[in-house]
């Protein structure tokens, strides 16, 4: 196994910068890495990454373990359609491309037109399309193109039977989610404000509006409908109804699950701004409506989603109508589709759809292949189709088409899969947590795997924003379990498995709990002899770089190999940066006395402690990251680098012209993956086991 001493570790300067928070005295001597785009940082990330190189070149398995994952990922990847005028729009990705292309076909044809290859756009193929919407008719497309891994987009408009793009060109905007007047006149979109020069990628997020963009106008004429200067956390977005007669803005405060929705009656002569549902006291989903009837899914009183319809004359809660009652399943989410409501809920954390009259009777379920994940659903208010992508961890996806009025579903793309399905075996267990809570936790391996202390392991988990971990595939759990290894995927407190109280108990105040659940799953693999400490790996990226940012150094003991990637791991200055401040309604503010010391309790950058014997550990970043910011990754292994008392490796691995993870290419995911197992498995001191790795 790989060893590194302290002498290896490139030179980091240390500071005196001090911050005072609250009367507490917080040390701060790696700020300077913050200024990701200085020499002195450029250099340092250099000889970083050149370590974590010189690491990694040593590791024999390396190259075949990147042989295998191109085995693995022959296939095609289809996105879920969205149909418009007779059209069907998709991304289409083949199995020798390394981004997705935009697509069209016609209704009932298997022929698939490419509108956008982005992979022409740039030679390292790092422009990738970010969303797409077509006009009603199909005659247009609005998508977005993102560069470099890059949060902001351009947004640009096709004309659809000519090929060629018209001169709108949007810039500087995030999560846009434009919607088309019924005309196609143009289109209602998020903006934002322009980052100030040289801090594309650093600046905080703010002055977010909701805009209507003219076709054939500049960007800078754009009509501003609805803004709030004084709440820079606020985000808009709106929707046009079917009947196209009103906006539907949903105003959300941060990232947390609750929303106000106002309206715009296109009809009335003022066109004024209506606050229907004016209080963030729970989650409104517009599915649809009926003349002035609207159909919400709503969490306000049921914490796993019930649907209502509100009458705009009596919009108040007294006067609503529950169509579908709040039950023991966890509605997703849902649209209203030829007069019915089509519900994706979760139950016993995977995936469930049914179908409702729009008297809120139940008509029937839809059949799925498997336990998994169901992704959004695509239909139109006036057609009976709603159509869906359907994925687990053996399954790269099938997208389905479900027919609300005859009950059958139908096979729009299936992936051949380059892998015997049937190799593997998935299992679902419970855990204990420490307060006594039952945490599910999701088993997969290979079949002839002998399952014991010797088994190296990989834990992951993620825990936070309502985002539940039921069974969905990904390239890095298969591959793992193709090299011999455990998939162990636990569904802890703060996703969204279980509904908003769920969530709830792993927010704010209530962070502790995450942490705790997923200790507990990893003393319950060893206890219960599915592996041991020496190989048990935990991972995770985003918030779930958090997660095990803050697990590896809560408990040191417990973990052979720890692997966080793009991850919050500075809890005191995480809102400083991009979109930071919108987790605030996630994770509690450091400006708030009564959070300072919760955050500071578990806050990984503030809880390395010197002279301690750490886990191998490699961190994971992209110098483009602008959702979290890499200084966090930065500043992270400096501080690891600086405490480790053993000689176990402490690397950080910075891809280029990369971010978040969206929009990555096949080639440079592909390279992160073997890098991961490849460093993992060594240092676990695991062999690789898979079969046939050459083919």
């Known amino acids: 196994m790989m060893r590194v001493v302290k002498a290896d570790y490139p030179h980091t300067r240390k500071t005196d910068v001090v911050d005072e928070l609250h009367s507490v005295t917080v040390p701060d001597p790696y700020r ?51 149909e418009a ?26 022929a698939v037109n490419v509108l956008v290859d982005p992979q022409a756009l740039a030679d390292d193929a790092t422009i990738a399309i970010e969303g797409f919407e077509p006009s009603p008719s199909g005659r247009y497309v609005a998508y977005g193109l993102a560069e470099a891994g890059s949060d902001w987009q351009t947004l ?26 019924p005309d196609e006149s ?5 903006a934002l404000e322009p980052p100030p020069p040289g801090k594309t990628f650093k600046a905080p997020i703010t002055k977010r509006s909701l805009r209507f963009h003219r076709l054939g106008e500049q960007q800078d004429e754009d009509a501003i409908l609805y803004e709030r200067p004084d709440e820079p956390i606020w985000l808009f977005s709106g929707r046009m109804t079917g009947d196209g007669r009103y906006l539907v803005i949903t105003i959300r405060r941060g990232t947390f699950d609750e929303n106000r929705v106002s309206i715009i009656d296109f009809e009335s002569p003022k066109a004024e701004i209506i606050d229907l549902l004016p209080e963030f006291d729970g989650a409104y989903q517009l599915l649809g409506s009926d003349d002035r009837t609207f159909f919400f899914l709503t969490t306000r009183d049921a914490p796993h989603g019930r649907i209502v319809a509100i009458d705009l004359d009596r919009p108040k809660p007294s006067s609503w109508t529950v169509l579908v009652p709040e039950s023991d399943d966890v509605l997703q989410t849902a649209r209203y589709i030829g007069g019915r ?32 994940t169901v992704g959004l659903l695509e239909g139109c208010e006036n057609r009976s189709i709603v159509r869906f992508s359907y994925t687990d961890f053996l399954d790269p996806g099938v997208v389905l088409a479900h027919d609300v ?48 202390p010797e088994t190296p392991t990989c834990l992951f988990g993620y825990g936070g924003f309502n985002i539940p971990m039921s069974p969905q595939y990904r390239p890095d759990f298969i591959s793992w379990m193709d090299l011999g290894g455990q998939l162990a995927v636990a ?72 692997l966080p990637a793009v991850g919050v791991l500075d809890m005191l200055r995480f809102h400083r940066f991009t979109v930071g401040s919108y987790w605030v309604s996630d994770y509690g503010s450091p400006d708030d006395p009564g959070m300072l010391p919760i955050l500071l309790g578990y806050s990984p950058l503030h809880n390395v402690t010197d002279g301690t014997a750490y886990p191998p550990t490699m961190i994971t970043t992209a110098d483009h990251d602008d959702r979290v910011f890499p200084a966090h990754s930065f500043k992270f292994a ?35 993956i073997a890098d991961r197992w490849a460093f993992a498995l060594d240092a676990l001191g695991a062999k690789l086991s898979m079969v046939d790795v050459e083919s």
């Open 186 to 190: 143009g289109f209602f979109y998020g």
């Open 85 to 110: 005028g007779g059209r069907l729009f998709f991304t289409w990705q083949s199995a020798v491309a390394r981004q997705p292309s935009l697509c069209w076909c016609e209704m009932g044809s298997d």
């Open 638 to 672: 400096a501080a690891l680098q600086a405490a480790q008392a053993g000689d176990a490796p402490i690397l950080l691995r910075i891809d280029h012209r990369a971010g978040h993870g969206l929009g990555k290419p096949k080639t440079k995911l592909l390279d992160e």
């Open 405 to 452: 009025n005859t009950g059958r579903t139908e096979t729009f793309r299936r992936i051949s899969l380059p892998f015997d399905r049937m190799a593997f075996v998935v299992e679902r267990s419970e855990i204990r947590s420490t307060d006594g809570t039952m945490v599910p936790i999701f088993l997969a391996h290979h079949r002839d795997i002998e399952i014991g």
């Open 491 to 562: 569904c802890i407190r703060g996703g969204g498995e279980f509904g908003t109280t769920w969530h709830q108990a792993g927010a704010r105040e209530n962070r502790a709990n995450v942490f705790a659940d997923f200790i507990a799953a990893a003393e319950w693999l060893v206890a219960t002899r599915r592996t041991s400490v020496e190989r048990l790996a935990i991972y995770g990226r985003s918030n779930g770089g958090l997660l095990v940012g803050a697990c590896m150094t809560k408990r040191p003991d417990l973990f052979g190999v720890c």
């Open 32 to 82: 300077w890495l913050e200024d990701v785009d200085s020499d002195e940082t450029g250099s340092w990330v250099a000889a970083q990454q050149a370590l974590t190189e010189s690491v990694l070149e040593t590791i024999d398995a390396r190259g075949t373990i990147r042989r295998r994952l191109d085995a693995l990922s022959d296939h095609e990847i289809f996105g879920t359609p969205k």
């Open 156 to 181: 640009r408009v096709l004309d659809v039977e000519s090929g060629e793009h018209l001169s709108d060109e949007l810039s500087w905007v995030k999560f846009p989610l434009p919607s088309w007047r």
């Open 341 to 372: 409501f089509v519900v994706s809920a979760l139950r016993d954390a995977v995936a469930q759809i049914s179908v409702y009259d729009q008297d809120g009777s139940h008509l029937h379920d839809v059949d799925l292949p498997g336990d998994g």
